[in-house]
């Protein structure tokens, strides 16, 4: 059972690129998060989505865009990246209908844009 | 959601007992008290949950006090690799959960 992958697990990329980290679960799970985490801070949510054909925003929306086509996959995208979107990326999921509803978590994405 | 409040920094001897605090004096009546650990530079992993009763699983037991305005989080027998920073969260069980993690308490479990 594979959970949660994302990919790359590390990039580096020119400010002003376009850029999508994929998420893929394999639990079924209905929803799915992004989360950034910048150098010893907590993690900040940035999107989510409820079920598929769904998307919300989070704490840290700007510059950022999902979609969920599917139940399995929740790509995120910086259409054009800036510096400070220099992060590690999670991907979680979540079964909102299971009796602890807890996330699991992907491996991140390092993300360092020059 | 409930914010919550942690120590920084917590020590702990290998084989000893880990209790780390959690404040949530603000916490409402159908929010939860859960607690995720992150090890190094891994995703957040889930320990465990719970609303107002004392709960126990195989990784750890929590202790949510009768107001349920704190809680702690008890790691029995605490190894090496229990060195991990701690985050107490609280929140609604129902729907999408949009986690508002703090900075948690970092656990360095000491041999």
């Known amino acids: 059972i594979a959970g949660i992958t994302q990919a790359p697990t590390s990039q580096i990329l020119a400010a002003g690129r376009r850029m999508t980290l994929r998420c893929t679960q394999d639990m079924r799970h209905n929803a799915m998060y992004w989360y950034r985490q910048d150098l010893g801070l907590g993690l900040r949510l940035i999107h989510y989505?409820?079920?598929?054909?769904?998307?919300g925003k989070g704490e840290v929306p700007d510059g950022y865009s999902v979609s969920r086509a599917n139940t399995d996959d929740f790509p995120l995208t910086l259409a054009s990246a800036v510096p400070s979107q220099t992060s590690v990326y999670f991907c979680a999921s979540s079964d909102v209908s299971g009796r602890r509803n807890e996330q699991f978590f992907g491996p991140g994405t390092r993300l360092t844009v020059l | 959601d409930a914010k919550t409040t942690q120590p920084p920094s917590m020590d702990c001897a290998e084989g000893r007992a880990a209790n780390l605090p959690c404040n949530h004096s603000t916490i409402s009546g159908n929010e939860y008290v859960y607690w995720y650990r992150q090890i190094h530079s891994q995703g957040p992993q889930y320990i465990i949950h719970g609303l107002k009763n004392n709960e126990t699983n195989e990784m750890a037991s929590l202790i949510i006090t009768e107001d349920r305005k704190s809680s702690t989080l008890i790691l029995p027998h605490a190894t090496l690799r229990d060195t991990a920073v701690y985050y107490c969260i609280v929140h609604k069980i129902q729907g999408a959960q949009k986690l508002v993690f703090g900075q948690g308490t970092r656990l360095t479990i000491n041999p």
């Open positions: 989505s409820n079920t598929a054909g769904t998307t």
